[in-house]
């Protein structure tokens, strides 16, 4: 808005100071109005918003109670970890099993023998190593055909599929290994050796076949499977992984131990459900707190939540109330309620877990529960629903600060407005000041020629001169 301005020229008067006050004095008491209005509005803004993330946050914690999977969950105790670990898919079926780990896989490996060191010529050709139906070859020239030439050669080709070679100087001399990275009798290796027809060598020195009675090269470590007993019933694996021998089981080998069985028990996975179903109740109580805190007075100070007595929030906590109470259709009749599982409502609101109640149920009827929580009409399913109907966009606290954010637009409309009457008001006070500003001075010099005539006059002037 511009500022008008104007001095007293006439009368000395301070008009600008004189306008400015009472333009502040008109425009204060609606603007504080305004203001006060507005800082309430949006407070409730912010307490809707904090009540919205509490139910967020509850309907987070109804994730794993409303899937199904959760309590098809199979956990799997090791009688010794130490020889071996196990894991369980939701399709094992519970049971104790003996498990007895006979043998680890080894990868293959084989040496040459001794060569002066790893700069001395072997001999040219070509070379081909295989191992499970894969295999790769390569040329070795004269000049390229030195130990550590042809070590690079393999570990450098394209197609290697997973051969390491290195060289191992010990007293005799050095010698080329080969080691398979993947382990198990499949994963042997097969070294082919075709001397060049003027070789100055001798590549065959490099052959190997594992079926042969003898070789060029010395198997260092035999190449073998895992071999595994359960209840008596035996599995070979071509690593340390044996999986589906027991039907959604994986084992995971780590010492061998002949003869000597280890306790596997798979069962039902009862303490991830009993952590889901405190954590729905734990961030259940931190959303009622939440509404309370809201909602609250306190008499001695006379002070109130934002939210006390609003009828959006209080229809929150009713269908909150109402969900939570009610009993689940389509669940066993001896478990279709959270208190037949241990789960009560206090006075205060809250739900309270006996502890005792609800382990006897998820030891003795366990196959009920997922009714209880999972599904179209279990609590996990249908709070979800309510919540979703409450936060989402369209939903009942959306249309709240929506109606909450008109408010706010309609304040700003009568701020503009306001400002608009104060302009005018200012540019009236403005002029009529100036005006008797004007007045004034016309005032002052008529005043002063009356004076000036007066002075003037034989009576006075004589005695004036007396």
Do not use: C, W
């Amino acid at each position: 808005m511009a500022s008008l301005t104007a001095s007293g020229i006439g009368s000395g008067l301070d008009i600008n100071s004189i306008v400015s006050q009472l333009v502040t004095a008109e425009r204060a008491p609606q603007q504080n109005r305004l203001d006060a209005k507005e800082a309430l509005i949006q407070a409730r803004m912010s307490a809707y918003g904090t009540l919205k993330s509490a139910l967020s946050e509850f309907k987070t914690s109804l994730t794993a109670l409303k899937d199904p999977t959760t309590f098809a969950k199979r956990s799997t105790t090791v009688g010794d970890a130490t020889v071996f670990t196990a894991s369980a898919t939701t399709s094992a079926v519970a049971g104790n099993y003996a498990v007895s780990v006979e043998q680890l896989a080894t990868r293959h490996k084989i040496a040459s023998e001794a060569f002066t060191d790893s700069d001395t010529v072997v001999g040219t050709g070509t070379l081909s190593i295989s191992a499970n139906g894969e295999s790769f070859s390569f040329a070795i020239a004269s000049g390229s055909d030195s130990l550590s030439a042809i070590r690079d050669q393999i570990n450098n080709h394209a197609d290697n599929f997973g051969v390491t070679a290195s060289i191992v100087t010990d007293q005799d001399g050095a010698h080329l290994v080969l080691s398979a990275n993947n382990s198990g009798v499949e994963n042997r290796l097969t070294v082919t050796a075709t001397p060049a027809v003027d070789d100055t060598g001798d590549l065959s020195k490099l052959a190997f076949d594992p079926l042969a009675a003898s070789n060029a090269m010395t198997q260092k470590v035999e190449a073998k499977d895992s071999i595994v007993m359960v209840d008596g019933f035996t599995q070979t694996s071509p690593n340390d992984q044996v999986t589906g021998m027991i039907e959604g089981v994986t084992l995971n080998l780590k010492t061998a131990k002949p003869g000597e069985n280890i306790n596997l028990v798979v069962s039902k996975d009862t303490s991830s459900v009993r952590k889901s179903i405190e954590s729905f109740v734990t961030s259940y109580n931190k959303l009622i707190t939440t509404v309370k805190d809201l909602t609250a007075y306190n008499p001695e100070a006379d002070t109130a939540g934002l939210l006390q007595g609003d009828s959006t929030t209080r229809n929150i906590a009713n269908r909150l109330r109402q969900e939570i109470s009610a009993a689940t259709t389509g669940a066993a009749s001896e478990l279709d309620t959270l208190a037949e599982l241990g789960i009560t409502t206090a006075e205060s609101g809250k739900l309270e877990i006996d502890a005792g109640k609800l382990n006897e149920i998820l030891d003795s009827d366990f196959a009920s529960i997922p009714s209880l929580f999972a599904g179209d009409t279990g609590y996990a399913s249908r709070l979800d629903s309510l919540i979703s109907s409450l936060t989402d966009t369209g939903g009942l606290l959306s249309t709240r600060t929506d109606g909450l954010e008109s408010q706010i637009d309609r304040i700003n409309d009568q701020r503009d407005a306001l400002e608009r009457r104060i302009a005018a008001i200012e540019a009236r006070y403005t002029a009529q000041f100036s005006a008797l500003d004007s007045l004034i001075g016309q005032l002052s010099s008529t005043g002063e020629f009356l004076n000036q005539q007066l002075a003037n006059l034989p009576g006075i002037a004589s005695n004036n001169n007396k």
